[in-house]
């Protein structure tokens, strides 16, 4: 089955230490997003991907940073730098050309810093 | 900039009631509009969609039908179950707005038994 996953659902860390969170897809998109949602709040854009080996800032970069060395890969850092960064974390990917940016989502990655 | 409006939230509703999501957006070009539902705890999934003027999205019993005139693309529903509380998305993406789409702020719907 096409798809993205995201690994792990659940993750803990202690503050001042970074984080990389996963997100993975079968789908031969070429690009990739990943979100943060608050409590209550909508999506948004961290960082977002149209093609391997390029990336740009989203609305809200401060404190993450990503890589893309491969189309099917686009993992998260949360870094110690991110002042508040527990929340829900999604990744999402679509076709990169036309207007329909249907995106596909990941069920999540939920990170709690204490 | 591209942007999205939705009603607040929270929606309540009686089981077999009619829902109305009202969702306005500003753009320049010709977006193509979204309506995604989230589930608790889980990623959002894309509902329905409609890509030009006058076009009807339907799927699952909701419907929304893009208008140009009024900026608009409510989403509807007859006859709305207990199990489609959750929290919907408006969204566009567009051809001026690189490969980004945007959200508006989500608005829960709890159904009542």
């Known amino acids: 089955d096409g798809g993205i996953t995201q690994s792990p659902k659940y993750l803990f860390r202690k503050e001042g230490q970074n984080v990389t969170l996963s997100c993975e897809q079968n789908?031969?998109?070429?690009?990739m997003y990943w979100y943060r949602q608050d409590p209550g709040q909508g999506l948004r854009l961290i960082y977002y991907?149209?093609?391997?080996?390029?990336?740009q800032k989203g609305d809200i970069a401060e404190g993450y940073s990503v890589s893309r060395e491969k189309k099917e890969s686009f993992p998260l850092t949360v870094t110690s730098a991110q002042k508040n960064p527990t929340a829900f974390y999604l990744c999402?990917?679509?076709?990169?050309?036309?207007?329909?940016?249907?995106?596909?989502f990941g069920p999540g990655t939920r990170l709690t810093v204490t | 900039g591209d942007s999205v409006t939705q009603m607040e939230g929270p929606v309540t509703l009686s089981e077999e009631a009619f829902l109305t999501i009202n969702c306005t957006y500003t753009a320049t070009g010709y977006p193509s509009l979204f309506w995604y539902v989230q589930y608790p705890g889980e990623g959002l999934q894309l509902l329905l969609k409609a890509t030009k003027a006058d076009d009807k999205g339907s799927n699952k019993g909701f419907e929304a039908t893009y208008r140009k005139e009024t900026t608009s693309f409510h989403l509807e529903k007859g006859s709305v179950q207990v199990s489609d509380s959750a929290v919907y998305f408006c969204a566009l993406s567009s051809n001026t707005g690189g490969f980004k789409t945007i959200f508006g702020a989500g608005t829960r719907l709890f159904v009542k038994a």
């Open positions: 999402a990917s679509s076709i990169a050309t036309g207007t329909d940016y249907e995106q596909y």
């Open positions: 991907s149209q093609i391997v080996n390029d990336f």
């Open positions: 789908l031969n998109h070429d690009a």
